[in-house]
T-cell receptor
Framework: DAGITQSPRHKVTETGTPVTLRCHQT?????MYWYRQDPGHGLRLIHY???????DKGEVSDGYSVSRSKTEDFLLTLESATSSQTSVYFC??????????????FGDGTRLSIL | AQSVTQLGSHVSVSEGALVLLRCNYS??????LFWYVQYPNQGLQLLLK??????LVKGINGFEAEFKKSETSFHLTKPSAHMSDAAEYFC????????????FGKGTKLTVNP
């Protein structure tokens, strides 16, 4: 299995509090992604990174920010959590090998509940 | 823009029966196509991928999928369902040689009845 660790695995917090989720990889892959998964919506991309300090927005980026100061870590922050951000969050990594995109590999997810 | 449509949010089959999960995509450039499987309380696991070359792609656990450009489809099949195949399946598309981003379908939950 790809070396991806998400922390925490579960979190319950209150509306208005800041929350940071961490994704740590041991594969030295260039690309890292944050998705949220909600029933009936599949996985939707929040933000992604294509290198240290290089990030870009995805489909559902409002209310989220990210940072990548090291190759191995990609942080997702909810500055002021809202109940609509209750979801399961997945981190994924991928690489480009000799010009060909390789499949994304996923972490086990973080279940976040905002009350 | 790319998109993926998975027909049927729930599919139910009997053990030993054919599994057919449908996926249609929209892409203005040659696509990369993927099927992922998700077991309860786990992340997504890659089943198979199509990039270039042979249009019939074999994956893990006896699954295969065929890329049909004329039909913009990438349906997933397995000749004989096992109880252990019960899971949610996601089809995804990305662009060849371009963005590394994936666009996912909404998923199909497969139930296998004894």
């Amino acid at each position: 299995d790809a070396g991806i660790t998400q922390s925490p695995r579960h979190k319950v917090t209150e509306t208005g509090t800041p929350v940071t989720l961490r994704c740590h990889q041991t594969e030295n892959h260039r690309y890292m992604y944050w998705y949220r998964q909600d029933p009936g919506h599949g996985l939707r991309l929040i933000h992604y990174s294509y290198g240290v300090k290089d990030t870009d927005k995805g489909e559902v980026s409002d209310g989220y920010s990210v940072s990548r100061s090291k190759t191995e870590d990609f942080l997702l922050t909810l500055e002021s959590a809202t109940s609509s951000q209750t979801s399961v969050y997945f981190c994924a990594i991928s690489e480009v090998d000799r010009g060909f995109s390789q499949p994304q590999h996923f972490g086990d997810g973080t279940r976040l509940s905002i009350l | 823009a790319q998109s993926v449509t998975q027909l049927g949010s729930h599919v139910s089959v009997s053990e030993g029966a054919l599994v057919l999960l449908r996926c249609n995509y929209s892409s203005s450039v040659p696509p990369y196509l993927f099927w992922y499987v998700q077991y309860p309380n786990q992340g997504l696991q890659l089943l198979l991928k199509y990039t270039t070359g042979a249009t019939l792609v074999k994956g893990i656990n006896g699954f295969e999928a065929e890329f049909k450009k004329s039909e913009t489809s990438f349906h997933l099949t397995k000749p004989s369902a096992h109880m252990s195949d019960a899971a949610e399946y996601f089809c995804a598309v990305s662009s060849q040689g371009g963005s590394e981003k994936l666009v996912f379908g909404k998923g199909t939950k497969l139930t296998v009845n004894p």
